[in-house]
């Protein structure tokens, strides 16, 4: 389980950059807040997101580079495109056998089947580099693009919750689903994204 290793032991196992067929994930660094702040700047990002504030500031950026950096119970990587910052993706392990996905790209790198390429090399880092057997997700219930990727990915509807959005200021209604690992291994030959150390 995640919390038995320490942070050297998550720090050797966690790759710089996971490579997809169009996609390089990495981690953010201080280079990228500008980038960072100016694609997450954009209430339809923030209002599908739980925990993006809007307005969303290079200060917010700076805060949450140092917050990935600090190696806590979450593993997040800056997407890019032919080296374009376009989103984040990442997995939130802070709650013991609830690991979470979480995604989102700038508005103007919508449809075009970046977000399923991004989740998957995420969820492909996820189950390799760790022994949990389950990854959950979540999409707001008006949020169909995000319900179809997480359903592209393997992941299954399990019911609706209500969960707290930062930018809404309130709760709204979220599909939850749930990924295991049986079903990302006969799944896996979706990709081929591959660990670049």
Same mark, same amino acid.
């Given at each position: 389980?995640?919390?038995?290793?320490?942070? *050297?032991?998550?720090?050797?196992?966690?790759?710089?950059?996971?490579?997809?067929?169009?996609?390089?994930?990495?981690?953010?660094?201080?280079?990228?807040?500008?980038?960072?702040?100016?694609?997450?700047? !954009?209430?339809?990002?923030?209002?599908?997101?739980?925990?993006?504030?809007?307005?969303?500031?290079?200060?917010?950026?700076?805060?949450?580079?140092?917050?990935?950096? *600090?190696?806590?119970?979450?593993?997040?990587?800056?997407?890019?495109?032919?080296?374009?910052?376009?989103?984040?993706?990442?997995?939130?392990?802070?709650?013991?056998?609830?690991?979470?996905?979480?995604?989102?790209?700038?508005?103007?790198?919508?449809?075009?089947?970046?977000?399923?390429?991004?989740?998957?090399?995420?969820? !492909?880092?996820?189950?390799?580099?760790? !022994?949990? !057997?389950?990854?959950?997700?979540?999409?707001?219930?008006?949020?169909?693009?995000?319900?179809?990727?997480?359903?592209?990915?393997?992941?299954?509807?399990?019911?609706?919750?209500?969960?707290?959005?930062?930018?809404?200021?309130?709760?709204?209604?979220?599909?939850?689903?749930?990924?295991?690992?049986?079903?990302?291994?006969?799944?896996?030959?979706?990709?081929? *994204?591959?660990?670049?150390?």
């Amino acid at each position: 389980m995640l919390q038995d290793f320490s942070s *050297a032991t998550l720090r050797e196992a966690r790759p710089n950059v996971v490579a997809t067929e169009r996609l390089t994930l990495r981690r953010p660094t201080l280079a990228d807040v500008r980038t960072i702040a100016q694609l997450a700047n !954009d209430r339809r990002v923030a209002e599908n997101t739980r925990r993006l504030p809007h307005p969303y500031s290079p200060d917010d950026a700076v805060e949450f580079v140092r917050a990935t950096a *600090a190696l806590g119970s979450e593993t997040v990587f800056l997407i890019e495109h032919d080296t374009t910052p376009i989103g984040m993706v990442g997995i939130d392990c802070s709650t013991p056998d609830n690991a979470e996905l979480g995604y989102w790209l700038g508005v103007e790198h919508w449809g075009r089947g970046f977000a399923t390429e991004a989740a998957r090399g995420a969820i !492909d880092f996820f189950f390799e580099e760790f !022994d949990e !057997d389950h990854l959950y997700a979540g999409a707001r219930v008006t949020n169909p693009a995000s319900r179809n990727v997480l359903e592209k990915c393997g992941f299954q509807w399990s019911g609706v919750e209500l969960h707290r959005f930062l930018a809404l200021g309130s709760s709204t209604p979220v599909d939850c689903f749930r990924l295991t690992r049986g079903v990302w291994s006969s799944l896996k030959s979706w990709s081929s *994204a591959r660990k670049v150390r």
